[in-house]
């Protein structure tokens, strides 16, 4: 939730509206697994009934299938072979008391015998050609590694557990639960980045040790990375934690902070050090200007950047500036 850019708000009012109007949510999903289209139909289909009880039960709001707009030709079939059309004696007597030839509706009975006896069956590549319901083809139907996935989405599922017990014997029916597995990415990506964050540090360490001294390379990682935990810490106790948005503003830090650190602490005389000084603290208020007026934004990813970068800027300037390894006595 951390990563939209929508107002909170106006996420909780479309869920609102969603809910009155009876629309499945994208939370809890059901994943059927088959090798090729009729067969992952027919298991939508029997899916399908067995999440009836639920329904009944209230323990599942609703559910939203291909299989109600585009049934297994099975059913199909089924159906056309329990279609009883009129007869033309039926017709006829009807006609009787109206102002209308016998065979008025000859056409109608034609076609309804045809289609009785017709062996051609709906299915999806003659959904995809209709635009209002191709998208709906294309997301609850659709092939992915080898095999045809259907998915049905659960409205007002309280339980997820009851849906669990229902197909735990069934490996190719799953439940997904959408929000919790977008979570564990993050999570997992976060985790990564950190990982990439440290080799970064220990690679920019190893390469400042053979051009600096060991002893001046360490002061200047120890800076910029007080700055990188100034920002975090501050950021996380601002906004409720970091995102991931938050952690790639944080090398922004790491890489500004070690900039200001350098010049700072180089070797120079009076006049070279005032030059540097205005340099850096004209690159540094610029900096926090554009992005503290970042940090005003309405959208909240632009916010968390804004501000984790205004804080660490600002931590990096005030260490290298009062804290630099020339004051240090080295």
């Known amino acids: 939730s951390s990563l939209t850019p929508v107002d909170p708000k106006l996420l ?9 109007l009876g629309v499945a949510d994208i939370r809890h999903v059901v994943s059927v697994r088959a090798d090729n289209e009729e067969l992952t139909l027919q298991a939508a289909e029997q899916v399908v009934q067995q999440l009836q009880p639920l329904v009944e039960a209230n323990v599942v709001e609703g559910v939203q299938s291909i299989t109600q707009i585009l049934p297994s030709q099975q059913t199909q079939r089924q159906r056309q072979q329990n279609l009883s059309g009129p007869s033309r004696g039926e017709f006829i007597a009807a006609l009787a008391q109206l102002p209308l030839n016998a065979d008025a509706f000859e056409p109608f009975l034609q076609a309804w015998q045809e289609q009785q006896n017709s062996e051609h069956y709906l299915t999806v590549a003659a959904l995809k050609q209709d635009e209002q319901l191709a998208s709906a083809a294309n ?5 992915h590694d080898g095999a045809w996935v259907s998915l049905i989405f659960l409205r007002g599922l309280e339980n997820p557990a009851a849906v669990n017990d229902l197909f735990m014997n ?8 959408l929000k919790a597995t977008s979570e564990q990415l993050v999570k997992d990506y976060r985790s990564n980045l950190v990982h990439l964050l440290l080799i970064a540090l220990l690679l920019i360490f190893l390469i400042l040790s053979l051009r600096l001294p060991p002893r001046r390379a360490m002061w200047l990682l120890i800076n910029a990375a007080a700055a990188v935990a100034a ?25 500004l902070g070690l ?7 180089r070797e120079q005389d009076a006049r070279g050090a005032k030059v540097t000084a205005n340099a850096v603290f004209i690159c540094a208020l610029s900096s926090l200007i554009v992005f503290g007026i970042l940090s005003l934004s309405s ?9 984790t970068v205004f804080i660490g800027v600002l931590a990096a300037y005030l260490l290298a500036r009062f804290g630099r390894y020339a004051k240090a006595g080295a």
Do not use: C, H, W
């Open 12 to 20: 909780a009012a479309d869920a609102q509206i969603r809910r009155q």
């Open 139 to 143: 997301t609850l139907l659709f092939q």
């Open 170 to 177: 069934n490996p190719k029916v799953e439940l997904v639960d």
């Open 231 to 255: 920002a975090a810490a501050s950021s996380a106790a601002l906004q409720a934690g970091l995102s991931l948005f938050d952690l790639m503003a944080l090398t922004l830090v790491a890489g």
């Open 259 to 265: 900039d200001y650190v350098l010049f700072y602490s």
């Open 299 to 307: 959208i909240p990813v632009l916010r968390g950047i804004g501000t």
